[in-house]
Nanobody, 124 residues
Framework: QVQLVESGGGLVQSGGSLRLSCAASGFSLDDYYITWFRQVPGEEREGIACFSSKDGSTYYKDFVKGRFTISRDKVGNTVHLQMNSLKPEDTAIYYC?????????????????WGQGTQVTVSS
């Protein structure tokens, strides 16, 4: 049974940092993407950062480039999202998702498995 468990959310002041983690287990894919999404109430869930297991490639939406970094532990299947220079508009529920490699990494439809989400709140 595939499980994705997020942790690391919380409340931080504008300009601060948080590190989210996504522990993935129970799957047998050798070539997969783990992507962080976020969702604000009333808006669509959007992919913001993706890690490719095949070669360690990473992909980002423009509005997080230079501030957020996605990485995976050298051993195991835990993926992290280091978020620096946080802004109030980064406030959202953050989800990690697992799926096969896809051209459209930022789309919800590309993923089969989801975590439960973790709240990130950035105060001004």
């Amino acid at each position: 049974q595939v499980q994705l468990v997020e942790s690391g959310g919380g409340l931080v002041q504008s300009g601060g940092s948080l590190r989210l983690s996504c522990a993935a287990s129970g799957f047998s894919l050798d070539d997969y993407y783990i992507t962080w999404f976020r969702q604000v109430p009333g808006e669509e869930r959007e992919g913001i950062a993706c890690f490719s297991s095949k070669d360690g490639s990473t992909y980002y939406k423009d509005f997080v480039k230079g501030r957020f970094t996605i990485s995976r532990d050298k051993v195991g299947n835990t993926v992290h999202l280091q978020m620096n220079s946080l802004k109030p508009e980064d406030t959202a529920i953050y989800y990690c998702a697992l799926g096969p490699r896809s051209t459209w990494w930022w789309l919800i439809a590309a993923y089969d498995y989801w975590g439960q989400g973790t709240q990130v709140t950035v105060s001004s």
